[in-house]
């Protein structure tokens, strides 16, 4: 049994900051690609970062300079640190780790709140 146990999410001013975290917990042998997305009312999920095993990362063009992911294998968990936010950063933000267990396969978190007040 996997899960991704997500923390950090709030309500922050335009122009602060917040950092995301996401843990993976249970039985599996690694994880692969760790990444974030986010979903707006009325839209789309979208991606916002990603980070391989290897350490490369790729970012939305919306949060590039702005976001950083990383990852700490020894924790299992995956970090988004979000500087300088717009209130068009508000979402629900997701955790996505594609992790091998018996089989490859995408897990997803609960999604955390984020706002960002003009």
């Known amino acids: 049994q996997v899960q991704l146990v997500e923390s950090g999410g709030g309500l922050v001013q335009a122009g602060g900051s917040l950092r995301l975290s996401c843990a993976a917990s249970g039985n599996f042998f690694r994880i692969n690609a760790m990444g974030w997305y986010r979903q707006a009312p009325g839209k789309q999920r979208e991606l916002v970062a990603t980070?391989?095993?290897?350490?490369?990362?790729n970012y939305a063009d919306s949060v590039k300079g702005r976001f950083t992911i990383s990852r700490d294998n020894a924790k299992n968990t995956v970090y988004l640190q979000m500087n300088n936010m717009k209130p068009e950063d508000t979402a629900v933000y997701y955790c996505k780790d594609t992790i091998v267990a018996y089989t490859q396969r995408d897990y997803w978190g609960q999604g955390t709140q984020v706002t960002v007040s003009p």
């Open positions: 980070i391989t095993s290897g350490g490369s990362t």
